[in-house]
């Protein structure tokens, strides 16, 4: 299926698209801008999710190539461009959450209160506040008027105030909601990550060779839409489809959370992801790679991080 755009404007060096690709939920700006930034004489794109538009900055005129590129262009397709990715977006970190923060504000506030001398109130309290005024001042700069903005200016007039309680009891409280919010967000990479490991490597599937049914295993990212997977007990189920055959229980907890494994039969649909505790199956494909229930809640928790 087509998908379908409009030429809102071009000049020599640049053209905008409003696409309409963009409204389906799962489609990433970050993912969508790599794929797009790869085609040859392009020099950037921008794109605006909610307003569903792309803006090419482009060395001569390529639109006819780009238009045939934005028509054929899938969702799959841009699931697949990262599959074989541990992170495909650059919300992930690898860097642990610090507490080094709170610690200096926690002691500033404490001393604060211990210290007769202004001055030196003045100097601890300037101290520990010296990285939140930093980064408002350069998010000011770069973002104009934002909430860290005005905390740090909230923390900046209170010190001109000699107000130190009030400064160091404020940088107190955005650095553990920072602390908070760091924390959050590592467990929800955590999380990615490991959804994003390959569930299955290899896969056992029916094939025809020699006029005769076998059991062939291939690759998992080989299986195709329609194939006939078979899986056995201990095996984890690497598609979306239908039981043509078998009954047996699956463990769904990693993707359903249901603590009790589930009785599957003939005619009932199985995710990918989960696992197989009793039983064989043959199970008909339905969605495979990154289509498949495990991919796509990968890149909803990517896109909903990316959103933050």
Same mark, same amino acid.
């Given at each position: ?12 060096? %640049? ?16 993912? *969508? ?21 792309? &803006? ?28 074989? #990715? ?21 002691? =500033?506030?404490? @001393? ?16 520990? @506040? ?9 998010? +000011? +700069?770069?973002?104009? *008027?934002?909430?860290?903005? +005005? ?14 309680? !009030? !400064? ?9 909601? #920072? ?11 955590? +999380?990615?990550?490991?959804? =994003? ?5 290899? =896969? ?18 080989? /299986?195709? /839409?329609?194939? &006939?997977? /078979? ?5 984890? &189920? ?7 055959? $078998? ?25 990918? $992801?989960?696992? &197989?505790?009793? $039983? ?15 991919? %796509? ?12």
């Amino acid at each position: 299926m087509k998908n379908n755009f409009i030429k809102v404007h071009q000049t020599s060096t %640049r053209v905008r698209y409003k696409y309409f690709l963009l409204k389906e939920k799962f489609i990433d700006e970050n993912i *969508l801008k790599n794929h797009l930034k790869r085609i040859d004489y392009v020099i950037d794109v921008r794109i605006n999710k909610k307003a569903f538009s792309i &803006i090419f900055e482009i060395q001569k005129d390529i639109t006819e190539k780009l238009e045939e590129i934005l028509t054929k262009l899938t969702l799959d397709e841009l699931l697949s461009n990262c599959e074989n #990715e541990a992170v495909c977006v650059s919300c992930v970190s690898e860097e642990e959450p610090s507490i080094k923060g709170m610690l200096n504000a926690s002691s =500033a506030l404490i @001393s604060e209160r211990l210290v007769r001398n202004n001055m030196l109130k003045a100097g601890i309290t300037t101290a520990a @506040s010296i990285p939140l005024l930093i980064d408002g001042s350069k998010e +000011l +700069l770069s973002q104009g *008027l934002t909430s860290k903005v +005005l905390e740090s200016a909230a923390v900046a007039i209170s010190i001109y105030r000699k107000d130190y309680l !009030a !400064a160091n009891s404020t940088n107190v409280m955005l650095e553990l909601g #920072e602390y908070i919010e760091e924390t959050t967000v590592h467990k929800s990479d955590d +999380l990615l990550k490991e959804l =994003a490991k390959p569930n299955v490597e290899e =896969a056992w599937v029916e094939k025809v060779v020699d006029g005769k049914t076998t059991e062939i295993l291939i690759k998992s990212s080989e /299986v195709e /839409v329609g194939d &006939i997977v /078979v899986v056995g007990i201990g095996n984890t &189920i690497p598609v979306d489809g239908h039981i043509l055959e $078998g009954t047996g229980s699956v463990n769904q907890v990693s993707m359903t959370g249901e603590a009790e494994p589930i009785v599957k039969y003939r005619g009932d649909r199985v995710i990918s $992801g989960t696992i &197989i505790e009793e $039983g064989r199956f043959r199970i008909w494909a339905e969605h495979v790679g990154s289509n498949t229930a495990t991919q %796509r809640i990968r890149h909803y928790i990517e896109n909903s991080l990316n959103e933050k």
